[in-house]
């Protein structure tokens, strides 16, 4: 069980119990290896050697998502992504990984607490995972949306597609109720 994000004195704080803080820190960690994949070595070889000055676009459903073109201009999308694409992989990676020992913590102490100074952090890792998770069930307009909602409220089967799209929808609405107690009035003592 996870419950909404509330306002404390310090933060905001959400009960969840030790298998839902579980799955999340897996669903992050599949999220780690997506990001955190080297790629082609020859690549590394080439951009310790040489100025890298093109990078091609990834293949990977999740990845795409999580690392989008950043120009409609095929040429200018790659010049831009040899630029910055090693950063926002660090960037997406650490931020992650901090998430992940902050829920190893709820997982014993079976809540999630999240300072004030962390709750932008919380709510792009939040959003890093509805991207990889996006990615993966082909998530691109409304009618995709609907799919993966009814899929999420059919009956258990065990299928994969099902599972990315039930943790789809509790990541999204856990992101939601972060946001709305980060825009709720602050607590009066």
């Known amino acids: 069980m996870i419950d909404a994000f509330e306002r404390i004195d310090d933060g905001y704080a959400a009960r969840i119990d030790t298998d839902d803080a579980l799955v999340l820190q897996r669903l992050v960690d599949e999220i780690l290896v997506v990001l955190d994949d080297p790629g082609d070595l020859s690549l ?39 630029l910055t694409e090693d950063a926002l992989r660090s960037q997406k990676s650490g931020r992650l990984r901090r998430m992940s020992a902050r829920l190893d913590e709820a997982r014993a102490d079976r809540r999630a607490v999240v300072s004030e100074e962390d709750a932008w952090e919380w ?25 993966i909602a009814d899929l999420a409220a059919r009956p258990p089967t065990g299928c994969r597609s099902q599972a990315a799209a039930v943790a ?3 990541v999204t609405w856990w ?4 946001l709305s107690a980060m825009n709720s009035p602050a607590l009066d003592h």
Request: aromatic share 2%; proline share 6%; net charge negative.
């Open 44 to 82: 590394l070889v080439g951009a310790a050697t040489d100025l890298e000055t093109d990078r091609e676009a990834p293949r990977e459903g999740a990845l795409g998502r999580l690392l989008p073109s950043m120009s409609p201009d095929p040429d200018r999308a790659s010049k831009l992504r040899a």
């Open 123 to 147: 709510l792009a890792a939040l959003n890093d995972l509805r991207l990889g998770l996006a990615g993966e069930l082909g998530l691109s307009d409304d009618a995709d949306a609907e799919r």
């Open 168 to 170: 789809y929808m509790v």
């Open 175 to 178: 992101q939601d109720s972060l």
